[in-house]
Structures are given as C-alpha cells and as structure tokens.
C-alpha cells in the first residue's frame, strides 16, 4: 500500500522558518520524482519544487527561489522543505507528490498546514 505522510507544519511568524517532511512507503522511493505543491484558500493547487530520483536536479516556483530548499534521503524514503523567509503568503496546506515518469504513476499525501501570521 503506496503511502505518503506529511509533517512539520504550523504557525509561524513572518520571516521564520519550518521544514516539512514526507514519508514514503510502499513504492520504489529513488525511482519517483518528489514535489511539493501547495494550495492556500480559494486557489489552485500549485507546483512549489521538484527533484528528481537522484536528488540531483530542483527546480523551484519563482515564488520561493531563494527561501526554500527541497532535498530527499532515498535510504530513509524521506523528502523535505526547508522553508525560511516566510511570508504571509507563503501560508497553505502543502502537499508531498510522488511522480513515476516513465509508468506515470503518481501519489498524493494528506497535506499538512502552514500557516504564517504575526
């Protein structure tokens, strides 16, 4: 049973800082492409960061280049945010995606909230 968990979520202050994590299972970790997407209130869902199986290639929105880094440890079958810089409008459920480019597979987690507010 593929899972996808997601953790590290909360309220924070504008300009402070807070990693997600994503917890991967039941799948073929280092073979998918992990992203993370967010969708605040009234929005669309949309595409935050990628990297691919190797953890060597990112790519970022043009809205976090800079403030967050997306990184993974196959071993472990984890995957991470680190979100610093906050802004207010940074505030959303953020969503862990899991991506089999070549059986175009793909996975969703629950979403953990982040909300950053003074």
């Known amino acids: 049973q593929v899972q996808l968990a997601e953790s590290g979520g909360g309220l924070v202050q504008p300009g402070g800082s807070l990693r997600l994590s994503c917890a991967g299972s039941?799948?073929?970790?280092?073979?998918?492409?992990m992203s993370w997407y967010r969708q605040a209130p009234g929005k669309e869902r949309e595409l935050v960061a990628s990297l691919n199986g190797a953890g060597s290639k990112s790519s970022y929105a043009d809205s976090v280049k800079g403030r967050f880094t997306i990184s993974r440890d196959n071993a472990e079958k984890m995957v991470y945010l680190q979100m610093n810089s906050l802004k207010l409008e940074d505030t959303a459920v953020y969503y862990c995606?899991?991506?089999?480019?070549?059986?175009?597979?793909?996975?969703w987690g629950q979403g953990t909230q982040v909300t950053v507010s003074s």
């Open positions: 039941g799948f073929t970790f280092g073979g998918f492409v």
């Open positions: 995606k899991a991506v089999d480019v070549v059986r175009l597979n793909s996975y």
